[in-house]
């Protein structure tokens, strides 16, 4: 097992100098320490930590996939998979200022509307607050196909500097959007959708396996054969 796929567990020192500090590590008078039990990933410069599982801990600037499940005076509630609803203010899902005596919510977004945001603060104990007006791509998704996979996933299924992610969209002609919730969004043909499917099933099943990026590859070709 090479060093990039060594199981650590919650408190092992996995790096000396505290600049390489990742996902999922702490820095410490010891040296950088996993907080999680799981696979070392590097990543550039930096050393994170798959964890072989865990819930969905929103952080600002994550892109997330979810479902509008809720109103309140003046936003959303959205489920986006973590411990308590997400909310989406008027004011980050439109132009200009939000007036309920002018404005209806329902005719904006409505309750089962599937929509990628950004995630604009996390509290710990407050409800994560969203937006959809942050930048081009986000808002109220109508054509995609949807695959939930595992959070701790989402990393392999990215791969290191997007490489797992370019390949499912080269060899499927697709355009993959991918929530760090644990959301993957399909924009292409049925066909495509299953492709992914299948190549995503793989990743979840064999993440930790030497050679996974040739398998995915050689199955996508055989899918299109």
Do not use: C
Request: a positive charge; zero cysteines.
């Amino acid at each position: 097992m090479s060093n990039s796929e060594k199981i650590v567990i919650p408190g092992e020192i996995i790096e000396k100098d505290s600049k390489k500090a990742g996902d999922n590590t702490e820095v410490t008078e010891r040296g950088v320490i996993s907080t999680r039990l799981g696979v070392i990933q590097r990543s550039g410069s930096k050393i994170n930590i798959i964890p072989y599982s865990g819930p969905y801990k929103p952080k600002k600037g994550d892109t997330v996939i979810g479902i509008i499940v809720g109103y309140a005076p003046n936003g959303w509630f959205v489920d986006i998979g973590s411990g308590v609803k997400a909310f989406l203010p008027a004011t980050e899902a439109m132009k200009g200022k939000f007036d309920p005596r002018i404005h209806e919510l329902r005719d904006i977004l409505k309750i089962g509307d599937v929509i990628s945001a950004k995630v604009l603060a996390a509290e710990r104990l407050g409800a994560p607050l969203l937006t959809i007006k942050s930048e081009k791509g986000l808002g109220k998704m109508t054509t995609s196909w949807f695959i939930k996979v595992p959070v701790v996933k989402i990393a392999r299924i990215i791969g290191k500097r997007g490489s797992m992610l370019k390949l499912l969209e080269k060899k499927t002609g697709s355009k993959i959007i991918v929530g760090q919730n644990g959301v993957l969004a399909i924009e292409g043909s049925y066909e495509a959708y299953e492709k992914v499917k299948k190549a995503v099933n793989l990743i979840t099943e064999k993440t930790f396996s030497k050679g996974l990026t040739e398998r995915v590859s050689k199955l996508l070709e055989e899918e299109g054969e």
